[in-house]
């Protein structure tokens, strides 16, 4: 054999046992792998454990001299044996199911010994620290309300808890179909009927007592910094407008809990006396003792100054009135003269003249006319398509008129005077009258003198079955009256109502929410719960 084929062989024989540790390594690490794996992922602990000790001792064997070649290649052959039973199909997880079912038993019969009773457990609201809980009602003017006696101080944490209860459920009365147990039946009989699923029978208003429940003030985010002069909902969204003297117009979303701010707008030129929406909502004006006043687009928050009503020098437009959905302003200037302007344009449109001096003016639902009125007493009717007027009526009874309001049907007219007496007329028998002549005397059916004080503004809900009538002069004078009976509702306002000295009041589309505007910068927001809707 030549030198060269003799050093391969050694190199071949010398590399053998180094082939042979890297395998018993691999199969070392393989073998390290599946234990642990068997017995972290729940092998049997004793198969499990064993195995990986008696390894251990393996290698620990392998390393003392004494150990023989013969005794290798036994150990070698075990190992490729235990590859062969660990690479073959063991699972990567098992259930533990082998537990002994006796130990389960007992583990979960002393945890349910342990663990209390559904029935034995309290209710999550419950707190057994309100029982031994004092709360003063006097401190907070919010909890007066919750007085039973009007010297009651404290009570205790459970009454007073019983109480909020009450009075939540009061102003949020549980609805008909909420109520009702025979859940089965009721679906039944709308199976039964093709009628439409909602009522539109229209339950009449009680006159002896109003149900009506304060709630958060509309304005509760953003409190005006001077009386609030104008409240007014927007004729389709729940939104309420507040203006005031500190020259700030405020958006706020009407829903009598939270009643987030919007959007406010500073005017650093303008008090701001009178504000409204035009254009079914989408617009709204604003106006002072100024020569001028502002347009606010609401959908495109843009902001238009309009220099005074053109070709007619007026130093105040203080007095304005709008109509909702019409297509014309109203502000009253001197010598009993009322000036129309476009509401799309601003610009002039016409001049409707009065014999004597204007005192106020409202425009009818539908925006086709005007009524007036005037220190003479008299009345004017204005149709708005022909600019000119239709009819004219006389009330002895009334002392110097200071504002009139119409009810959106047409069906009722009111007018206050400085004696702080409101006549209302029934209108349907003031058009019978005016068929016959342009001009006649006219008698109310009913005389409300339950304020002291100067009438300054009237308000009728949609329906036409309140009418709010307040004074500024005095505080708290703010009446509801129920029609058709003209009686002022006796139960509200409270000796702890705390209206302060009212400047405006409105209703919301279908009555559900009352403003009050006062000379604290608060729109109080009061709820009506015969109305269900907005």
């Not at 691999?26 to 064993?50: I, N, W």
Request: hydrophobic share 35%; net charge negative.
């Amino acid at each position: 054999m030549d030198a060269s084929g003799q050093t391969k062989r050694q190199l071949r024989v010398a590399g053998e046992p180094s082939a042979k540790r890297t395998k018993d390594s691999v199969q070392t690490k393989t073998r390290t792998e599946t234990d642990l794996e068997l017995l972290v992922f729940g092998a049997d602990e004793e198969d499990a454990s064993g195995r990986l000790f008696s390894k251990l001792g393996r290698e620990q064997g392998s390393e003392s001299p004494a150990s023989s070649d013969n005794e290798n290649d036994e150990d070698d052959e075990d190992d490729d044996s235990d590859d062969n039973e660990d690479s073959g199909e063991a699972p990567l997880f098992f259930v533990d199911t082998e537990r002994d079912q006796q130990q389960v038993e007992s583990e979960s019969e002393a945890e349910s010994e342990d663990a209390p009773s559904e029935a034995d457990e309290p209710a999550a609201w419950e707190d057994d620290d309100m029982q031994d809980a004092t709360v003063a009602l006097k401190s907070k003017a919010r909890l007066r309300k919750l007085r039973t006696e009007e010297d009651e101080d404290s009570v205790s944490g459970d009454v007073y808890e019983e109480r909020l209860r009450r009075q939540f459920e009061k102003i949020n009365p549980v609805p008909k179909w909420a109520a009702s147990d025979d859940s089965d039946r009721v679906g039944s009989d709308l199976l039964q009927t093709s009628a439409p699923l909602v009522s539109r029978t229209h339950v009449q208003l009680p006159s002896s007592s109003i149900d009506i429940a304060r709630v958060r003030n509309a304005n509760q985010a953003a409190v005006s910094q001077s009386a609030v002069q104008s409240v007014q909902f927007h004729p389709s969204a729940s939104v309420l407008l507040t203006a005031g003297l500190d020259k700030t117009l405020r958006l706020f979303e009407v829903d009598g809990k939270e009643n987030q701010k919007i959007q406010s707008i500073y005017f650093k030129d303008l008090p701001i006396t009178s504000a409204q929406f035009i254009r079914g909502g989408h617009e709204i004006v604003a106006s002072g003792r100024r020569g001028w006043y502002y347009a606010v687009d609401v959908e495109h928050a843009s902001v238009t100054r309009i220099n005074g009503v053109p070709g007619r020098p007026l130093k105040s437009l203080e007095f304005m009135r709008t109509s909702t959905d019409g297509d014309r302003m109203a502000f009253m200037g001197n010598a009993g003269q009322i000036h129309l302007v476009s509401t799309r344009t601003k610009q002039f449109v016409h001049t409707l003249p009065m014999n004597g001096v204007v005192r106020d003016v409202e425009f009818t639902n539908d925006g086709n006319y005007l009524w007036s009125t005037g220190l003479d007493n008299h009345v004017y009717q204005w149709d708005l398509r022909q600019n000119q007027c239709v009819s004219r009526w006389h009330d002895p009874t009334v002392f110097r008129p200071t504002c009139l309001a119409i009810s959106q049907d047409a069906t009722y007219y009111a007018s206050g005077d400085h004696a702080g007496v409101v006549n209302i007329y029934d209108a349907r028998a003031m058009r019978e009258e005016a068929q016959d002549s342009t001009f006649f005397n006219v008698r109310p059916f009913k005389a409300v003198s339950n304020l002291t004080t100067a009438v300054h503004g009237l308000r009728f809900n949609h329906s036409a079955e309140i009418l709010a009538v307040y004074s500024r002069k005095k505080k708290d004078q703010l009446k509801l009256v129920h029609l058709p009976s003209a009686t002022v509702f006796s139960n509200w306002p409270g000796s702890n109502s705390h209206l302060g000295h009212v400047q405006c009041v409105d209703f919301s589309p279908k009555s559900g929410f009352m403003a009050v505007g006062n000379d604290a910068g608060k729109a109080l927001l009061y709820r009506l719960q015969h109305y269900p809707t907005y």
